[in-house]
Nanobody, 111 residues
Framework: QVQLVESGGGWVQPGGSLTLSCAASGLTFTSYVMKWYRQAPGKERELVASISTGGTANSVPRFFISRDNARNSAYLLMNSLKSEDTAKYYC?????????WGQGTQVTVSS
């Protein structure tokens, strides 16, 4: 079965950095677009980064997405974190009509 497992979340002070990881299994990793979403309480789920099968990356400011096909993993580097970045972050793998989700990892930015 397909599994996406996020890790790396936690508490960080404003201005700090954090790297999230997404380990994928049960799928042909290179065939999937990898994306990161976040959802804060009371808000809709928001796309924050994506990286194509060919390695073309897009992200919101201060965030950087990458993938390591040898490790079947995707990463999200978050810099200069702000309180408004506090949310549960989800990894997804998408191909045609298929879309898989990880369980999410909480990121809390506060002093």
């Amino acid at each position: 079965q397909v599994q996406l497992v996020e890790s790396g979340g936690g508490w960080v002070q404003p201005g700090g950095s954090l790297t999230l990881s997404c380990a994928a299994s049960g799928l042909t990793f290179t065939s999937y677009v990898m994306k990161w979403y976040r959802q804060a309480p009371g808000k809709e789920r928001e796309l924050v980064a994506s990286i194509s099968t060919g390695g073309t990356a897009n992200s919101v400011p201060r965030f950087f997405i990458s993938r390591d096909n040898a490790r079947n993993s995707a990463y999200l580097l978050m810099n200069s974190l702000k309180s408004e970045d506090t949310a549960k972050y989800y990894c997804s793998a998408e191909a045609e009509i298929l879309k898989y989700w990880g369980q999410g990892t909480q990121v809390t930015v506060s002093s």
